[in-house]
């Protein structure tokens, strides 16, 4: 399977404005993560998906690929998706999301969560680390619960899963081992990743 990586990277957020472009050891957040992604070797070609012409010009000034896309998609995955839907794009059957803010992210995740795909029938893939139990009451730090097969169940900011009992010395075990971060990183074979993105919006997205 050939595979795509795109970075998506916008100027918008606002809990860290103008993060693409914060300097990370005098290079652009944006420019360390593309230099992490292309280090890693997962994929056959490497972009960044940006709306904005200060993102590309730093991207462009570093070696980086760039695709412009629309300023109005509600999420990193509709930008990618744009890019991979485009003519120059079609050829790659599967993509990897990596956030634009996961500079330091693992060799480990980015394989992983593309071998979900790529070796076995799962439509998407993604990656998660066990995490302290600190980790549960910062609202910085993106949780996941997973059921018995590895399979996502939920995503939140909020402390996940909670446990009503943690002073109980069997649920507060029980906790330990379920405090999971969720990693920035998505693996989709083509046909998942559109049909994602067409879905309705939920509620408790």
């Known amino acids: 399977m050939t595979t795509l990586a795109v970075i998506p990277a916008r100027l918008g957020a606002t809990r860290l404005p103008r993060k693409p472009l914060?300097?990370?050891?005098?290079?652009?957040?944006?420019?360390?993560?593309w230099q992490r992604v292309t280090e890693i070797g997962v994929a056959d070609r490497c972009v960044v998906a940006t709306d904005s012409d200060e993102v590309a010009s730093a991207a462009i000034e570093h070696g980086a690929e760039?695709?412009?896309?629309?300023?109005?998609?509600?999420?990193?995955?509709?930008?990618?998706?744009?890019?991979?839907?485009s003519e120059s794009f079609s050829r790659y059957?599967?993509?990897?999301?990596?956030?634009?803010d996961e500079p330091f992210v693992s060799r480990g995740a980015v394989l992983g969560a593309a071998a979900m795909v790529?070796?076995?029938?799962?439509?998407?893939?993604?990656?998660?680390?066990?995490?302290?139990l600190a980790t549960l009451a910062d609202p910085n730090v993106v949780k996941v619960v997973a059921a018995e097969d590895g399979r996502a169940m939920y995503f939140s900011?909020?402390?996940?899963?909670?446990?009503?009992?943690?002073?109980?010395?069997?649920?507060?075990?029980?906790?330990?081992?379920?405090?999971?971060?969720?990693?920035?990183?998505?693996a989709y074979r083509r046909d998942s990743l559109m049909r994602w993105v067409a879905l309705p919006a939920s509620p408790l997205a």
């Open 22 to 33: 914060r300097l990370l050891a005098g290079l652009p957040l944006v420019i360390r993560v």
């Open 93 to 100: 059957d599967v993509i990897v999301n990596v956030q634009g």
């Open 66 to 85: 760039v695709v412009m896309t629309s300023s109005e998609h509600p999420s990193g995955t509709h930008r990618v998706a744009e890019v991979a839907r």
């Open 118 to 132: 790529t070796d076995s029938a799962f439509p998407l893939g993604t990656a998660a680390v066990m995490a302290p």
């Open 157 to 186: 900011r909020g402390p996940i899963p909670f446990l009503r009992d943690a002073g109980n010395a069997a649920d507060a075990e029980l906790q330990r081992r379920r405090v999971w971060q969720h990693i920035g990183v998505y």
